[in-house]
């Protein structure tokens, strides 16, 4: 600004007071008027009453210009040991800001920075009592108030105390909602979701995450890590389907993001665990680094899930090993649990202790205690537990009389690629079927809700043998003799499944992944069920149309975009030009078409 030099004092304090409360942004340019104007104390105060908007580099030629006369000053001794903290001095940074504390306005900020100052430290225990005391002096609804509650938060939630992280986040939240801070409160309600998530609290932890998620959809910042945990979060729920999608999504925002994609890639391999592509998720566990600049909850993170591959293979003794070398936490005395290591009373004390309510109802499962474990189950459905096949081998038979467990056994069957089902957390492929047409009658049952006549069934599958209703009734008994209990069922002249089904071809309309898209549909069974396959093959087909002109209008978008900046490109308009008629949107391509002309006549 030319004018700095000749302006008055009064008209700098104006300017400067104007600049500051125009835009955040603008606090540099209000400062550097009051120092032109030589009026370097009100220039402190400004700094230390608005420092989260003040850049590094203003906040140090704001310390460079002050004399030494001003440097007594409680606001330069704020603002010098928030500098020095930044910088990594953390001895002179503790003695500037205890300096600072004797100035009664810069008391809560200077205990807030203090416990920035232990938790690099390695003192989080002191940062939680600086954050407490920052807290108790901040007044109502003051960003202040909502990064000491914020901070507090995740303390809390690193300590494994779910239920004060989640108090603080929530008034985190509420408070950076109220100031206008929308990324600081999408910040503390991915806290408040995690906590939530850890208490086994999954619908609200989900409502949090996707609040959280749009805040920062509408910003154009979004995290990889929160689909991260909103993938673990179905998974715990048993929505398979809905897990993927949420990983997918997060790898896409992953890039360059080394930390994210490793526990994108954990989750990932997970996933294929209850999926039964066993192979895959082992070589995603593979591909990971294991040298040293992984983060210790990482390996901690992958090493569970290798350990839940090593019992879902049977090899108790690697199982343990690996579980052995990790620290203690509910998800390792879960593990203990289901492999007889520890006792299923003291996973419930544990579990109850920590307010943890997934743990708590395997630990009320694995006990018998079918009626006390059935709110928990009614309310967050986690439907994980009944993917497991150590826990499965000991509810599936409950769950042949027992009609409300019967719902959380679900039949996975993949149709895309190489046939194969899970149950009860197990995998199956054709050849755990006696005959072919067996697995063809479980994939027509799982097609619909109601069932199937006996009769249609028996012309569809047997047309030509002379003793149709005994081929159905073999097939029947050898389906339910696979999986180990009554999951076919023929009543009235009716044949239905007793468990619930899911089947990924009935999801074809939302599938985004195109090698997914691109597989075979029941190769091994399209001569049997020929007319399901046709039916299949035309909703993928328009499935493939559907995200060819989604992709088709993205790319127009972006072109429209790039020629408002450039007009002259003209290899792009042409390229717009086909892309409009590719998507029948004739008029606009001649709008463009005559613009080329103009264009080229030039």
């Given at each position: 600004m030319a004018i700095r030099g000749t302006i008055s004092s009064q008209e700098a304090r104006q300017i400067a007071s104007c600049l500051a409360k125009a835009h955040r942004e603008a606090l540099g340019e209000a400062i550097a008027t009051l120092i032109e104007a030589g009026l370097i104390e009100e220039a402190l105060t400004l700094g230390a009453q608005w420092t989260d908007n003040l850049k590094r580099s203003d906040l140090e030629?704001?310390?460079?210009?002050?004399?030494?006369?001003?440097?007594?000053?409680?606001?330069?001794a704020y603002l010098a040991g928030r500098l020095a903290r930044q910088s990594g001095h953390l001895a002179l940074a503790t003695e500037l800001l205890q300096k600072a504390q004797v100035y009664e306005p810069l008391?809560?900020?200077?205990?807030?920075?203090?416990?920035?100052?232990?938790?690099?430290?390695?003192?989080?225990?002191?940062?939680?009592?600086?954050?407490?005391?920052?807290?108790?002096?901040?007044?109502?609804?003051?960003?202040?108030?909502?990064?000491?509650?914020?901070?507090?938060?995740?303390y809390y939630l690193s300590e494994g105390v779910f239920s004060?992280?989640?108090?603080?986040?929530?008034?985190?939240?509420?408070?950076?909602?109220?100031?206008?801070?929308?990324?600081?409160?999408?910040?503390?309600?991915?806290?408040?979701?995690?906590?939530?998530?850890?208490?086994?609290?999954?619908?609200?932890?989900?409502?949090?995450?996707q609040k959280a998620m749009r805040i920062l959809a509408e910003l154009g910042k979004p995290r990889s890590l929160l689909f991260n945990n909103l993938a673990e979060l179905y998974i715990l729920r048993g929505e398979l389907d809905e897990a993927r999608k949420a990983l997918d999504t997060g790898y896409q925002f992953a890039t360059g993001d080394p930390r994210a994609m490793g526990y994108l890639k954990v989750n990932h391999a997970w996933l294929c665990l209850l999926s039964g592509t066993i192979e895959e998720g082992e070589n995603?566990?593979?591909?990971?680094?294991?040298?040293?600049?992984?983060?210790?909850?990482?390996?901690?993170?992958?090493?569970?899930?290798?350990?839940?591959?090593?019992?879902?293979?049977?090899?108790?003794?690697?199982?343990?090993?690996?579980?052995?070398?990790?620290?203690?936490?509910?998800?390792r005395t879960m593990e203990l649990t289901l492999l007889k290591e520890a006792d299923p009373r003291s996973l419930e004390e544990e579990a109850s202790?920590?307010?943890?309510?997934?743990?708590?109802?395997?630990?009320?499962?694995?006990?018998?205690?079918?009626?006390?474990?059935?709110?928990?189950?009614?309310?967050?459905?986690?439907?994980?537990?009944?993917?497991?096949?150590?826990l499965a081998d000991y509810l599936l038979p409950l769950s042949s009389w027992d009609e409300r467990l019967r719902r959380f056994f679900r039949i996975h069957i993949y149709g895309l690629g190489t046939f194969r089902i899970t149950f009860a957390g197990r995998r199956y492929d054709l050849g755990s079927f006696p005959t072919r047409k067996a697995a063809a009658l479980l994939v027509l049952l799982s097609l619909t809700r109601e069932g199937?006549?006996?009769?249609?069934?028996?012309?569809?599958?047997?047309?030509?043998?002379?003793?149709?209703?005994?081929?159905?009734?073999?097939?029947?008994?050898?389906?339910?003799?696979t999986f180990g209990t009554r999951v076919v069922e023929v009543r009235k002249g009716v044949v239905f499944l007793r468990y619930p089904a899911s089947v990924d071809l009935l999801t074809l309309d939302s599938i985004t992944d195109l090698p997914s898209l691109s597989k075979p549909i029941l190769p091994e069974l399209k001569d049997i069920l020929p007319d399901e396959v046709l039916l299949f093959e035309a909703k993928r087909q328009r499935r493939f149309e559907t995200l060819s002109r989604e992709e088709a209008a993205r790319v127009a978008s972006y072109l429209e975009s790039l020629l408002s900046q450039e007009p002259f490109a003209l290899e792009e308009r042409m390229r717009l030009i086909a892309l409009y008629e590719e998507l029948g949107q004739k008029h606009i391509a001649e709008l463009h078409r005559k613009r080329l002309d103009q264009l080229l006549k030039r």
């Open positions: 030629r704001l310390l460079w210009a002050v004399p030494e006369a001003l440097k007594d000053h409680p606001a330069y008391k809560a900020a200077s205990w807030f920075e203090l416990g920035l100052v232990w938790l690099r430290a390695q003192t989080p225990a002191k940062a939680k009592e600086a954050w407490e005391e920052a807290l108790r002096l901040s007044p109502g609804f003051s960003l202040l108030r909502g990064k000491a509650a914020h901070n507090l938060a995740g004060s992280a989640e108090q603080y986040a929530e008034e985190a939240a509420k408070t950076f909602q109220v100031l206008a801070y929308p990324e600081l409160e999408a910040e503390s309600l991915h806290i408040r979701a995690l906590s939530l998530h850890s208490q086994g609290r999954l619908t609200e932890a989900e409502q949090n995450y995603i566990l593979r591909s990971m680094s294991t040298g040293g600049s992984e983060e210790e909850e990482l390996k901690n993170e992958r090493a569970l899930v290798m350990a839940r591959f090593a019992r879902y293979r049977g090899d108790r003794e690697e199982a343990l090993t690996l579980l052995g070398d990790l620290p203690p936490s509910l998800a202790k920590q307010g943890s309510l997934l743990e708590l109802t395997a630990s009320l499962l694995l006990q018998g205690k079918i009626e006390e474990a059935y709110p928990f189950l009614e309310r967050e459905n986690f439907g994980v537990l009944f993917l497991d096949p150590d199937f006549p006996s009769a249609s069934l028996e012309e569809k599958l047997w047309p030509e043998v002379d003793n149709p209703k005994g081929n159905l009734a073999t097939a029947v008994y050898h389906i339910n003799r």
